[in-house]
Each structure stands twice: as structure tokens, then as C-alpha cells.
């Protein structure tokens, strides 16, 4: 029998904090939710490492941790824990070994070299995972591009099997020949996948151009936050997939939101965001998050119930200002309330309202528990939408109709042969009823 299934990595995972006032996230920079400790945060960071590698399909054997400094230049761990790791992996079994942190080329070959397993680090696994999870044809070519940036400085590394090919007259081998073939091949495909992608987002220009009478809203925030789960409750969508997986989505989604009073949104779903997510995948997926930037409002979704909740909204802002998005109207949408207990879900409120007054608190798995999001949306619409007066024959029963169910109507009242009418409405709208003979302009009141 032969088997074709792949063989499953056993893996183990490596954090390094550096010590002193600058190392990694020493606090949360706000009083809405307590500092944790730099065990907490070691800690929290291997778990959702952890949860990486088994969304990748990996299972986790050991983890070995270190205090340091600075990072070792050539082997970002100190020569002790480089032995130690090479033990663990005696011990376990390991097949691979995982950096929570980026590496260089140099320091990847070095503790491959000392180990004697294949290294990975952070940025390779969650590039790997988009490849996995990529669907349409626009997401591949950005996952592709990402991880061809990433390949490119590492080639050398990968042709370790030429490195019995030595230098000298006569002898020499293919080995550099081999490599520069391939960074030709990389480089040529990397400014092929360039211009697709510069076509895909001059399409994505024309697509907006058509919705630009629409108020858009955008959900952003950290991977499994809630953002799909948040769509399909308020579009009724049950297409829309929802998985208790991180990046269950990568390809943007939209879906029309009916609100109350005529009014409805264009509403997106975008990628979930990480910590320390790799610099090409952000600017891969650059057309992608253009979406973000045409919104008229974020919606940032957070999970309330995350211990670390506070450094993911901190993640978040940053990946939003990198792309262009720092300055957009954010409604912060605190998610999963659910899974909170009633006293401490108490206590959150008033602080994070202390801290972010444009804040919302729902769930999305409970029946009405996105009742406050829809009024806020709402209050959102009518606030970009200022009072129009419209000017109706009594006898146009149809325009009158359609006025009804397109507008937000105030009031209206008989002025001789015609129905004068105080609504709320988007510009498209006032154009529609303007062809059809309506008289249509400002409010005086």
C-alpha cells in the first residue's frame, strides 16, 4: 500500500523576550485593562503560536523559551539553549522547529545547521497558512507574491543539497548557477504577479465607482475576533463561513445590511490581522485592504473575552495606519460578551468607555446581541445623510411609493396640488426620484 497522506510535523515551538525596558510588550499602554507580566506574555504568545502550527496541521511536542538581551546575530538564542534545543529534539521526536520571532537567512542556516531539523519562524508559518487557505484566484496570487518576497533572500539556504559543488578551475559547479537562475525566475514572476494584481485593483476602482452613492463600513480587527460571525447575523447570509479557526477568512467579502427606517449599508468583511505579520503579506494584500480605506466607517471587532484583547486592538491600529487607514472613523465593536461574566463584563464597560467613548458591546451568537452595533449604524447613516425636502404631485401614487420605501420619510403635509416631504436619503437615491419627476433639494427647516 502506498500512502499518500502527508506526513503530520512534530514541532517545536521557541520564544525569546528581550529583557530591559524596549523587549517585547512589557504592558498594554492603558488603563482599560491590567499589565501583564512577561510570563503572561511569553505565555499568550507561544498559545497562539501554538494555535498557528495547528491550523497549519502541526502538532506541538515542546517549547523552550529564553530571557535574552539581544537577539545572538548568528543564532538569535544563546550557544547553551541552541544545545538544549537540539536535546529537546532528540527527546521528542521534533521534525521541526518554529521561532515565534523572525529570523535572518544567517541565523535560520545556523540553528538548522546546529540542530540538524528544518527551522521555521513566525512569518513562514503564517504565510504557509495563507497559501492553505487562499481560495480565489486574487488571494492566491497575493500569497504567492508574499511568499516569493519572502524566499527570495533565502534561497541559498534552500539549495544546501549543492553545497558539495566547490570553486577552482576546472571544478566548478552549478551550484551558483543554479541560484541565480532561480532569483531570475523569482524576480520575473514577482513583476508578473505585480501587474495581476494592479489589473485586479483598477477592477476593484470600477467596483467602487458603482457603490459610491452607498455608505460602506469595513469590519476589521484581529484574527478571530468575530468579524464573519458579525456579518452573517446582521445580512441573514447563511453562505457566509464561520470557523473558530484563525484566518478563516482571506478573500473580502460583502453583503448589503438592512437596517431599520429604509436605511441599509454595503458592509465588508476584510483578513484578520496578527501580531508580528509578515511585512510582504500586508503589502500583498495592499488592493485587498483598499476596501478599508474606502470606507466610510471601521468597524473594529474585538474579542472582549481575550485576556490580551487590549495588545490586539494595539495591532490592529498599527496594521491600519501602515495601509493608510489611521485616520478613517473607527466604531470600536467589543465582541463576544457572551463569554464574559455578568460582574466583570460590568467593570470592562465603564473603563473602556473611559478610554474609547466610540465603543459598542454585543455578541453575535446570541439572539438581539447586535442590537446596540445596528443602532450605532444607524446613527452613523442619519448623521451623514442631513434632511432633504421633497416635493411630490398628489396624484403621482407611484413616486410617492417609491419615496416611501427608499427614504427614511419625517413627515409630509398637503401643499395645494402637491405632498411636500421632509426624509433622510443618499445622494443615488435623490438622483432616481429627481429623473422621475420629483422635486428634490435642501431642507429649509
Known amino acids: 500500500m502506498i500512502e499518500l497522506e502527508s506526513p503530520v510535523e512534530r514541532v517545536i515551538l521557541v520564544g525569546a523576550q528581550i529583557k530591559g525596558p524596549n523587549g517585547r510588550n512589557n504592558g498594554n499602554g492603558s488603563s482599560a485593562a491590567p499589565a501583564p507580566s512577561r510570563s503572561q506574555v511569553m505565555g499568550e504568545h507561544l498559545e497562539e503560536l501554538e494555535r498557528l502550527a495547528d491550523t497549519a496541521g502541526a502538532v506541538v511536542v515542546g517549547q523552550l523559551t529564553q530571557q535574552i538581551d539581544r537577539p545572538n546575530p548568528a543564532t538569535y538564542l544563546g550557544k547553551g539553549k541552541i544545545e538544549e534545543l537540539s536535546q529537546a529534539i532528540v527527546d521528542t521526536g521534533a521534525t521541526l522547529v518554529i521561532f515565534d520571532d523572525e529570523l535572518t537567512p544567517a541565523q535560520g542556516k545556523n540553528v538548522e545547521d546546529a540542530t540538524g531539523q528544518r527551522v521555521m519562524d513566525r512569518a513562514e508559518l503564517i504565510l504557509d497558512i495563507f497559501a492553505t487557505r487562499a481560495r480565489s484566484s486574487e488571494a492566491r496570487m497575493q500569497v504567492e507574491l508574499a511568499q516569493l518576497q519572502y524566499m527570495l533572500p533565502r534561497l541559498t539556504r534552500m539549495w544546501t543539497h549543492l553545497e558539495k559543488f566547490r570553486g577552482g578551475i576546472g571544478v566548478r559547479g552549478p551550484g551558483e548557477t543554479q541560484l541565480e537562475t532561480d532569483r531570475r525566475l523569482i524576480n520575473n514572476r514577482i513583476k508578473l504577479l505585480r501587474q495581476?494584481?494592479?489589473?485586479?485593483?483598477?477592477?476593484?476602482?470600477?467596483?467602487?465607482?458603482?457603490?459610491?452613492?452607498?455608505?460602506?463600513?469595513?469590519?476589521?480587527?484581529?484574527?478571530?475576533?468575530?468579524?464573519?460571525?458579525?456579518?452573517?447575523?446582521?445580512?441573514?447570509?447563511?453562505?457566509?463561513?464561520?470557523?473558530?479557526?484563525?484566518?478563516?477568512?482571506?478573500?473580502?467579502?460583502?453583503?448589503?445590511?438592512?437596517?431599520?427606517?429604509?436605511?441599509?449599508?454595503?458592509?465588508?468583511?476584510?483578513?484578520?490581522?496578527?501580531?508580528?505579520?509578515?511585512?510582504?503579506?500586508?503589502?500583498?494584500?495592499?488592493?485587498?485592504?483598499?476596501?478599508?480605506?474606502?470606507?466610510?466607517?471601521?468597524?473594529?471587532?474585538?474579542?472582549?473575552?481575550?485576556?490580551?484583547?487590549?495588545?490586539?486592538?494595539?495591532?490592529?491600529?498599527?496594521?491600519?495606519?501602515?495601509?493608510?487607514?489611521?485616520?478613517?472613523?473607527?466604531?470600536?465593536?467589543?465582541?463576544?460578551?457572551?463569554?464574559?461574566?455578568?460582574?466583570?463584563?460590568?467593570?470592562?464597560?465603564?473603563?473602556?468607555?473611559?478610554?474609547?467613548?466610540?465603543?459598542?458591546?454585543?455578541?453575535?451568537?446570541?439572539?438581539?446581541?447586535?442590537?446596540?452595533?445596528?443602532?450605532?449604524?444607524?446613527?452613523?447613516?442619519?448623521?451623514?445623510?442631513?434632511?432633504?425636502?421633497?416635493?411630490?404631485?398628489?396624484?403621482?401614487?407611484?413616486?410617492?411609493?417609491?419615496?416611501?420605501?427608499?427614504?427614511?420619510v419625517i413627515d409630509q403635509m398637503h401643499e395645494g396640488d402637491e405632498l411636500v416631504l421632509h426624509a433622510r436619503m443618499n445622494a443615488s437615491i435623490a438622483g432616481r426620484l429627481r429623473k422621475a419627476g420629483a422635486a428634490v433639494g435642501p431642507s429649509e427647516g
Open 196 to 408: 495581476r494584481l494592479q489589473d485586479v485593483q483598477k477592477s476593484r476602482e470600477v467596483q467602487r465607482t458603482s457603490r459610491k452613492g452607498e455608505f460602506r463600513a469595513s469590519l476589521v480587527g484581529y484574527t478571530n475576533a468575530g468579524k464573519s460571525s458579525v456579518l452573517r447575523s446582521l445580512s441573514g447570509s447563511g453562505s457566509i463561513v464561520v470557523e473558530d479557526r484563525l484566518f478563516a477568512t482571506l478573500d473580502p467579502l460583502t453583503r448589503e445590511v438592512q437596517l431599520a427606517d429604509n436605511s441599509s449599508i454595503l458592509l465588508t468583511d476584510t483578513v484578520g490581522f496578527i501580531r508580528k505579520l509578515p511585512h510582504h503579506l500586508v503589502a500583498s494584500f495592499r488592493a485587498t485592504l483598499e476596501e478599508v480605506g474606502e470606507a466610510d466607517l471601521l468597524l473594529h471587532v474585538i474579542d472582549i473575552s481575550h485576556p490580551a484583547w487590549d495588545e490586539q486592538r494595539t495591532v490592529v491600529e498599527g496594521v491600519l495606519g501602515e495601509i493608510g487607514a489611521g485616520g478613517k472613523p473607527v466604531l470600536n465593536v467589543f465582541n463576544k460578551i457572551d463569554l464574559v461574566s455578568e460582574g466583570d463584563l460590568i467593570g470592562l464597560e465603564s473603563s473602556i468607555r473611559n478610554l474609547l467613548p466610540d465603543s459598542v458591546f454585543v455578541s453575535a451568537a446570541v439572539r438581539g446581541g447586535l442590537d446596540p452595533l445596528q443602532r450605532a449604524l444607524l446613527s452613523a447613516i442619519r448623521a451623514r445623510m442631513p434632511i432633504t425636502e421633497i416635493r411630490v404631485p398628489v396624484t403621482a401614487g407611484k413616486l410617492l411609493a417609491e419615496v416611501h420605501r427608499e427614504a427614511e
